[in-house]
């Protein structure tokens, strides 16, 4: 078995000369400082602000460039630079409108020097070989005269001939953009999103096609992210939790123009079942504010009176799609009562006559009494028009082409948990008891727990996607599909880490204190050092020296709340990035020289940065400084490179004792 393998091998490295080459460059690359790793976590839909933070590297541009550029450009200078790297069509069309021949020439030499300062500058944290994957196809031999000019010492004739073509040919504005991606791909070596893409925030879509342009990206999902993969694979309850997460927000543009799911049998089922009902409960945030908009949405006419019944008609689909999504819930424990998640099917619970619900043994009036829908016979059971809208809902979730492919980029550059040099990096947290001990939860016929859990649920995503593309979303396991749904809301998962989501009392029960959800014991145990260090060497991390990461529950800044937790071995990154969270957000970032925390606050739009020069700016502080320069052979990519080393040593072992005989070239 192992001589098939290293014949599989010759097959990428014929002779000893190619075996060499790959084992020199894979040597020198453990000795590169290593790479910058931005995380970041719980999104939420803020692709605009995203962009922003990717664009300007968590903030980390804006230093380098004053830094590069002392005493050569003024604070002017170094951010017309700077918005050019952040949005370099925009501001470029801006610079040379109405601009000379000679003055756009001028200005496209400028770009193109002090930009090749910055690529050069970044690129000692890589090898060569892999700045060339950076710059976009057919353009590295340009890039490779424009940053190594100074070096060669080129004439001034030969790097106008060199950039002549481009504003020959009106392409100029092209070649500034490619310089701009060179130096942002260069400034963020691989971007980790630490879970919850979409929800609350306008566009999930757009965060994920921001995503996808990023060279290097990893994702660790999150609960939103597990609910949305699960509805894409056709989850009933998936399906409708995501739908009425979009009315409560009123994103529905990422549904019906981002995706193509239109929600007018929602619409319908709104019209048909709470015609008249003013569904108090239900009203969509921001509806009060912005009925103008809730207006456009659902196609009224303009006007405050047309606004406002919008706003009604908005909170109506809300209340629609809530309690269809209340029976399934009920149905899905019934299905699953290993899940010990029966007394969540509140609408069982409910006493029509006294217009009270059953929580935890105690009573409460609900704060609506008008459930059409429901009959009480069987609360759980849909009704005719329920059963429709649902089936014609799973059929536009299921047929969107756009949904699939997204989410298939976000399982195949994802999983539950993730090393990068001294952290564990996952959303949630490890579901343990009160006394630190590791929770078991039975999948695929065996308890699991701890870092096995997290692995389990990782293979049931894989499997359940991969049999989707293979087979069709029909064939995928139901139970597969409902583990889905679990990350999502179930008390062990490691993706939600509470003991319940209380959106029916939050809704429906005006009582506070209903309203809490009771989050894992780990949220506690992580000031503990003790614990920390038992957890970072159950994902194999430094237990001295490494951290915890995750995201889900937002730092209360104003509250006193830090992102490092008192042990100083854990850390939280869920910073309220969406505005309806609080609009602020954090990127830990892992370089050679130390890790920190980039605290960011409100973007305004790329108009305003390009206009303005608008930017975020973080607050910057660090978290831990290393003795020395951290290298590529000091992280666990150091470890897969050693053991590709080891593989290609006995490859050329093979080949000098001519086991495997070396290929001819051609």
């Keep these: 078995m192992a001589l098939t393998y290293l014949q599989i091998l ?47 590297a968590s903030g980390s541009l804006r230093p380098l460039f004053e830094r590069l550029f002392a005493g050569r450009l003024d604070g002017e200078q170094v951010q017309q630079l700077l918005t050019l790297m952040y949005y370099p069509r925009e501001t470029w069309a801006m610079l040379v409108r109405r601009a000379s021949a000679d003055r756009r020439r001028e200005l496209l030499r400028w770009v193109a020097d002090h930009a090749s ?39 001034p004739e030969f790097l106008g001939r060199l950039l002549q073509p481009f504003l020959d040919h009106d392409r100029d504005g092209e070649l500034v953009a490619m310089i701009a991606r060179v130096v942002r791909n260069l400034a963020i070596g691989e971007l980790v999103v630490a879970g919850d893409l979409g929800d609350r925030g306008p566009r999930i879509d757009r965060v994920i096609d921001a995503i996808a342009e990023q060279p290097s990206v990893a994702i660790t999902w999150g609960n939103h992210d597990a609910n949305w993969l699960a509805a894409t694979l056709g989850h009933p309850t998936a399906i409708a939790t995501v739908v009425r997460l979009s009315l409560r927000y009123q994103r529905l543009a990422q549904l019906e123009d981002g995706y193509g ?11 048909e079942a709470y015609a008249g009902d003013p569904a108090d409960c239900f009203r969509v945030k921001g509806a009060a504010e912005d009925g103008a908009e809730a207006g456009a949405q659902v196609g009224a006419q303009a006007g405050a009176q047309a606004g406002a019944q919008a706003a009604i008609d908005l909170a109506r689909m809300h209340k629609a799609i809530s309690i269809l999504q209340f029976k399934l819930e009920g149905q899905l424990f019934d299905r699953r009562p290993e899940w010990q998640l029966a007394h ?55 047929a969107s082409r756009t949904l699939g492919h997204q989410m298939a980029f976000v399982v195949s ?24 001990e590791p929770l078991a939860m039975v999948i695929d016929g065996e308890p699991r727990r701890g870092k096995a859990l997290f692995d389990a649920f990782e293979r049931v995503v894989q499997r359940a996607f991969h049999c989707a593309l293979r087979k069709g979303i029909e064939e995928v396991a139901e139970l597969d599909r409902d583990l889905l749904f679990y990350l999502w809301t179930g008390p062990r998962s490691p993706c939600f880490g509470k003991d319940r989501m209380a959106t029916f009392e939050t809704y429906l029960v005006a009582d506070p204190a209903t309203h809490e959800e009771t989050k894992n014991p780990y949220f506690r145990l992580i000031h503990d050092a003790a614990f920390c260090a038992r957890m970072l060497a159950e994902f194999g991390v430094d237990p001295v020296h490494g951290f915890l990461v995750n995201g889900h529950v937002p730092v209360r800044l104003e509250a006193g709340e830090t992102p490092v937790k008192r042990s100083g071995r854990a850390i939280t990154i869920d910073g309220a990035f969406a505005a309806a969270y609080g609009d602020k957000g954090f990127s830990l970032v892992l370089d050679a020289q130390r ?12 108009e305003a940065a390009v206009t303005r020069h608008a930017d975020i700016v973080p607050t910057v502080s660090d978290v831990a400084v290393h003795a020395r320069l951290r290298t590529v052979g000091d992280t666990e990519t150091g470890d897969e490179i050693r053991a590709e080393i ?19 070239r051609t």
């Design 10 to 56: 010759a097959r990428r490295f014929p002779d000893a000369r190619a075996v060499l080459a790959e084992l020199a460059n894979l040597q020198a690359v453990l000795t590169l400082p290593t790479p910058s790793v931005h995380v970041v976590s719980d999104v939420h839909g803020e692709d605009v602000k995203l962009r922003q933070v990717i664009n300007n």
């Design 117 to 155: 300062a910055v690529i050069r500058d970044l690129a000692r944290h890589y090898s060569l070989k892999y700045v060339a994957k950076a710059i976009p196809d057919p353009f590295d031999e340009v890039f490779r005269e424009l940053a190594f000019a100074n070096e060669l010492v080129r004439q």
């Design 261 to 271: 799911i239109p929600l007018e049998p929602v619409r319908r089922l709104a019209r």
């Design 344 to 398: 969540r099917a509140l609408l069982r619970r409910v006493d029509p006559v006294a217009g009270t619900v059953d929580i935890d043994g105690a009573r409460y009036p609900l704060r609506d009494t008008r459930f059409p829908t429901v009959d009480w016979s069987d609360p759980c059971k849909l009704s005719d028009g329920e059963a429709r809208c649902l089936a014609e809902l799973t059929r536009e979730f299921t």
């Design 413 to 436: 550059h994802g999983q539950m948990a993730l090393r990068r040099d001294l952290c564990a990096i996952f959303h949630g947290c490890v579901p343990v008891d009160d006394a630190g």
């Design 595 to 606: 890790i920190y925390l980039a605290q960011h606050h409100h973007f305004e739009s790329a």
């Design 646 to 664: 080891a593989v290609l040593e006995e490859l050329l072992r093979a080949f000098e004792a001519n086991i495997i005989r070396e290929r001819e």
